[in-house]
């Protein structure tokens, strides 16, 4: 069965500091991949998508991910967190008509 | 501009009473979702639909029930069966048939029980 694991519940950088926020995945196949941001009592917004091609997709906001398929995994990173980027991150996985959604990483950026 | 709307955003249920939150799209989107959303669960699914007049349950359908009249709307009823409604709940859209398209997700319609 298809899956995504976020294994951080949740997150504090400082402001200007690098992010990286760790998805892993499981499904047999190639997989379609996304990453959504929502803000307190917000619906998800779409950050960015893999499909397939080059590895590493850049997103909105300054957001990019990294597929790699031998740890089947799909981290997002920031280089520069500001501090409006406080938001909750959930990693998606697409398959036929269903996605499965990860648990989410609650993020905290300190000043 | 295209999007998603739900309404209302704050919907209070008394005891026994079935309730209905609203899900318009104007995306030309076929197949349409909602998920029920707890603190430290993700999204979970209740129902989805790929074309007008039809749907299929979600992982978590019971206590829910849906329509599908229109491609604009999918309004969810949660019944007084659901014995645990309070939550945020969030509709979203997407192409149907094909695969690796975004979902588009609206506000959310927080509900609470009285």
């Known amino acids: 069965a298809q899956s995504v694991t976020q294994p951080d519940i949740h997150i504090t950088v400082s402001e200007g500091a690098s992010l990286e926020l760790r998805c892993n995945y499981s499904?047999?196949?190639?997989?379609?991949l996304f990453w959504y941001v929502q803000s307190p009592g917000q619906g998800l917004q779409l950050l960015l998508k893999?499909?397939?091609?080059?590895?590493l997709v850049q997103g909105i906001k300054g957001f990019e991910a990294e597929f790699k398929r031998s740890q089947s995994s799909f981290n997002l990173r920031k280089p520069s967190v500001h501090w409006s980027d406080a938001a909750e991150y959930f990693c998606?996985?697409?398959?036929?008509?269903?996605?499965?959604f990860g648990t989410g990483t609650s993020l905290t950026v300190i000043p | 501009d295209g999007g998603i709307t739900q309404s209302p955003k704050y919907l209070f249920r008394k005891e026994g009473q079935n309730v209905t939150l609203s899900c318009e799209q104007n995306?030309?989107?076929?197949?349409m979702y909602w998920y029920r959303q707890d603190p430290g669960q993700g999204l979970r699914l209740i129902y989805y639909?790929?074309?007008?007049?039809?749907?299929q349950k979600g992982d978590i359908a019971e206590g829910y029930s849906v329509s599908r009249e229109k491609k604009e709307s999918f309004p969810l009823t949660v019944t007084s069966a659901q014995k645990n409604p309070t939550a945020f709940y969030l509709c979203?859209?997407?192409?149907?048939?094909?695969?690796?398209?975004?979902?588009?997700f609206g506000d959310g319609t927080r509900l609470s029980i009285l």
């Open positions: 979203a859209s997407s192409w149907a048939g094909q695969e690796g398209q975004p979902q588009h």
């Open positions: 499904y047999g196949a190639t997989p379609y």
């Open positions: 893999y499909f397939s091609g080059d590895t």
């Open positions: 998606a996985v697409n398959t036929g008509n269903q996605f499965y």
């Open positions: 995306l030309n989107h076929d197949a």
């Open positions: 639909s790929q074309i007008v007049n039809d749907f």
